[in-house]
T-cell receptor, first 113, second 112 residues
């Protein structure tokens, strides 16, 4: 079945550093979604990508839809302590009218002030 | 914030007892989902609904049932709770299938 592989699994960085993480799949996706989960809360949508090659920003966050449609990247510039959390990628299955999202296992980010 | 309310937010129950978690939305979204989140497993879909009285199983549906009698409410029931069902449960909603979904704040369930 379709799976999403996120890497790295976890990161521990210094405040001010840039962060890069990615999500790969063995099959093609038509949509890539990036979510962030703060401790003790539900995931919140950061960026949605709908077109191969698309590059979209949301403040200090930038995400790209890979040209092969099998991967996506999320970059965070100049990290700050509130960037701490788990970052998930997700994409829809292609199965039928009731498509569901497939999720990566997440990248856990810790920021040292 | 998406208008999603989960209740209860925290619950401790004993093995073998029934438990019902409620998800209430004010967005009139067609699709509703129940996920569980456990360390090392990420978010796993339990059941979902694509309309009133229309539900289907997710990848970890054993031991769970759901009901949706109104657009705004989606109930998750553990008929006989087990310790393996200790988890954080998230309700989510979406307007269309396989697209952006919005999560509730979670329900922490401990089965002792």
């Amino acid at each position: 079945g379709q799976q999403l592989n996120q890497s790295p699994q976890s990161m521990f960085i210094q405040e001010g550093e840039d962060v890069s993480m990615n999500c790969t799949s063995s099959s093609i996706f038509n949509t890539w979604l990036w979510y962030k989960q703060d401790p003790g809360e539900g995931p919140v949508l950061l960026i949605a990508l709908y077109k191969a090659g698309e590059l979209t920003s949301n403040g200090r966050l930038t995400a790209q839809f890979g040209i092969t449609r099998k991967d996506s990247f999320l970059n965070i510039s100049a990290s700050i302590p509130s960037d701490v959390g788990i970052y998930f990628c997700a994409g829809p299955t292609n199965a039928g009218n009731n498509r569901k999202l497939i999720w990566g296992l997440g990248t856990s980010l810790a920021v040292n002030p | 914030d998406a208008g999603i309310t989960q209740s209860p937010r925290h619950k401790v129950t004993e093995t073998g007892t029934p438990v019902t978690l409620r998800c209430h939305q004010t967005e009139n979204h067609r699709y509703m989902y129940w996920y569980r989140q456990d360390p090392g497993h990420g978010l796993r879909l339990i059941h979902y609904s694509y309309g009133v009285k229309d539900t289907d199983k997710g990848e970890v549906s054993d031991g769970y049932s759901v009901s949706r009698s109104k657009t705004e409410d989606f109930l998750l029931t553990l008929e006989s709770a087990t310790s393996s069902q200790t988890s954080v449960y998230f309700c989510a909603i979406s307007r269309t299938a396989g697209n952006t979904i919005y999560f509730g704040e979670g329900s922490w369930l401990t089965v002792v």
